[in-house]
């Protein structure tokens, strides 16, 4: 038998039995080698059970790349660059694509080093009729979306690693000496040698931001940074350093300003590993759900709660818990002058107006004045008001997910809990991480039942643990900023809650909304839509990762748009796992082959892709 298959294999001369060989071969390979049910679990119509999956997932010993593209920086301040992947080598996986790439070119209103493609559309915001609400610090998106890569700095460096990236960065990567001159008497940020140092001051932290942190909390005790108060929100954050010295606080902090003329403030806190956000409060809402904050903070942020008929303060007053509170730190606290005064009088008519309470106003050793307010936990006060101004809203006409959405000219009705819900809401930190969300409770949908989200929960700890962390050789020491592109339940990041890194969970705009349940567990989170660019600088997070997203997208937009915006906001070095379908890996493939990143197939249906350092040679390669 053997010497007649090599002889018909060697002569030819029966070609239809050589082709049914052939194929028969090929049906056996396949029918052994092939697995296609093994997906990462995750919850989408149905979650297995925990024992099925666990089968899924045998650990395996980690394989590593070499590296073709090398660190061209790493003589200079930074460790090389170890490529690393599992179960299989780097041999394309598809056909091969050719896409055009061209280098971003800057303009009079940005850097091409810093562009970002939803704020910088000049072209969008000189059409503006107005600018009196903030208008031309909001999204305002080209079409179509920009396909060029993002330059990198001249003499960019890998990034300082947490936890000394807290107190100081290379200056190199983010060259901007604005604000060392503009707050160079307030300890903002000072430059030293190669670093851009950050000495925990601020305008309003005159003893040092641990400090003020301290002080807070001594004329508020229930406060309880890290175990009432978990979750909290920055506005007009400057460096983030509050957020940042919050961390040893066990307190997570989304901390955001404009891009304005205060050059790189969100970019500073992001490199220095800071959870921080690009937006302003004009006339859209904040991409949050309703009473999702634990705590709310402005320390000379400059806005004007009362204009507009009191929309800024009621925004906030949207997103802050029942029960949560509002630090305000500012000049018309405790300062005596005319128009600090009139700011101070249009507050207190303001905050009367929305039934928030005015729990504690204290000064300082230093002077610096704090009123902390908080919010109501039930109805009661709204339906007594001798004035219906702002009136409450209608339910069914306010859409549930804050994207594009004007802002509220009317007061949502608190939720109605129960005395123990009221008591107990939220669930003091760590334990909040894995009990019942409130949130979860009032979910209508089988989809996400209560035992689903148990279910989800143990099987990320389970996987996150067998295979982020034993079967792909990844230097998690690198890893700092992580985004989760669409988060579930947040059972990701609640698997990661115990290592020295933050993660952004984002809740697709056409998907599930899981948002509240995600800050009900204590962690962070926002709305976007991919196909749009997500609002942060160049290079600001080390690692993506998702989990049948592009199925979606790809009915309303070009994968190709997404996968260019994923290059933009990755760092040099950073990485990516895509779960998905087969079908659709093996178009995102050959599109990150195109940009030189290495990738590799985790058992055959998970794509872990590294980002290397190239960039096209000329304005234009293919």
């Known amino acids: 038998m053997a010497t007649s298959i090599r002889t018909l294999l060697s002569e030819r001369r029966h070609p239809f039995l050589l082709a049914f060989f052939l ?47 090398p660190n061209p920086c790493s003589d200079a301040g930074g460790e090389p660059l170890q490529e690393a992947a599992a179960d299989g080598d780097d041999d394309g996986g598809s056909e091969g694509v050719a896409v055009r790439w061209e280098i971003c070119r800057g303009g009079k209103t940005f850097q091409a080093v810093e562009y970002i493609p939803c704020l910088d559309n000049w072209k969008a915001i000189k059409k503006l009729k107005s600018r009196r609400h903030m208008e031309h610090r909001e999204r305002h998106c080209p079409k179509p979306s920009p396909r060029c890569i993002v330059p990198l700095p001249r003499g960019y460096k890998v990034p300082v690693p947490w936890p000394k990236s807290r107190d100081m960065i290379w200056y190199d990567n983010v060259p901007h000496t604005k604000l060392i001159e503009y707050k160079k008497d307030q300890n903002w940020v000072r430059k030293s040698a190669d670093y851009l140092v950050f000495p925990g001051g601020g305008t309003q932290f005159k003893e040092g931001v641990s400090s003020y942190i301290e002080f807070i909390e001594q004329i508020l005790p229930i406060v309880s940074w890290g175990r009432r108060t978990r979750v909290i929100l920055d506005v007009g954050c400057g460096v983030a350093s509050f957020g940042g010295y919050l961390l040893d606080k066990d307190v997570i902090t989304m901390s955001f300003a404009p891009k304005d003329e205060h050059e790189a403030q969100i970019q500073f806190a992001l490199e220095r590993g800071i959870p921080a956000f690009l937006s302003v409060i004009g006339t859209q809402r904040l991409a949050f759900p309703d009473n999702v904050f634990d705590l709310i903070h402005c320390a000379r942020c400059r806005v004007h709660w009362d204009g507009d008929g009191g929309k800024p303060l009621m925004e906030l007053n ?91 000219s009317c007061l949502p009705r608190i939720p109605v809990l129960s005395s123990d819900q009221q008591d107990n809401w939220p669930t003091f930190w760590p334990d909040r991480l894995n009990s019942k969300s409130s949130s979860l409770s009032e979910e209508q949908s089988n989809k996400y039942a209560e035992e689903k989200f148990i279910v989800d929960m143990k099987l990320w700890e389970k996987l996150v643990t067998e295979v982020c962390f034993h079967d792909l050789a990844i230097n998690w020491s690198n890893i700092r900023n992580v985004m989760d592109m669409n988060a579930g339940f947040g059972g990701f990041a609640a698997a990661l809650v115990n290592r020295p890194l933050w993660v ?7 998907g599930p909304d899981t948002l509240h349940i995600i800050f009900d567990r204590g962690l962070i989170g926002i709305y976007h839509d991919w196909c749009e660019s997500f609002d942060t600088y160049p290079r600001t997070y080390d690692m993506l990762r998702s989990t049948f997203l592009f199925e979606n997208l790809t009915e309303r937009c070009d994968i190709l748009d997404v996968v260019v915006e994923m290059d933009r906001i990755l760092r040099p070095g950073g990485w990516v796992f895509i779960q998905d379908t087969t079908e659709m890996i093996k178009k995102m493939r050959p599109i990150l082959h195109s940009l030189h990143w290495v990738t590799s197939l985790y058992k055959q249906h998970i794509l872990v892709g590294k980002k290397g350092f190239w960039h096209p040679d000329s304005e234009v390669s293919t």
Do not use: H
């Open 23 to 69: 194929l028969s071969l090929l049906i056996l390979l396949l029918l052994l080698f092939s697995d296609a049910s093994s997906y990462l679990p995750f919850p989408r119509d149905v979650l297995p059970s925990s024992s099925s999956s666990s089968s899924r997932f045998l650990p395996s010993p980690p394989i590593s790349l070499p590296n073709p593209y």
């Open 318 to 408: 949207r997103i802050l818990r029942p029960g949560g509170f509002f630090v305000w730190s500012a000049t018309p606290v405790y300062r005596d002058d005319g128009r600090d005064q009139a700011v101070w009088n249009a507050m207190v008519a303001l905050t009367n107006s929305i039934c928030w309470k005015t729990v504690v106003k204290s000064t300082d050793a230093s002077g610096i004045g704090v009123v902390i307010y908080q919010k109501p936990v039930t109805n009661t006060c709204y339906e007594e008001r001798k004035e219906n101004n702002p009136p409450l809203c209608i339910e069914k006409n306010r859409p549930s997910i804050s994207w594009y959405v004007p802002l509220d």
């Open 504 to 510: 952004m969970n984002v809740v697709p705009i056409d």
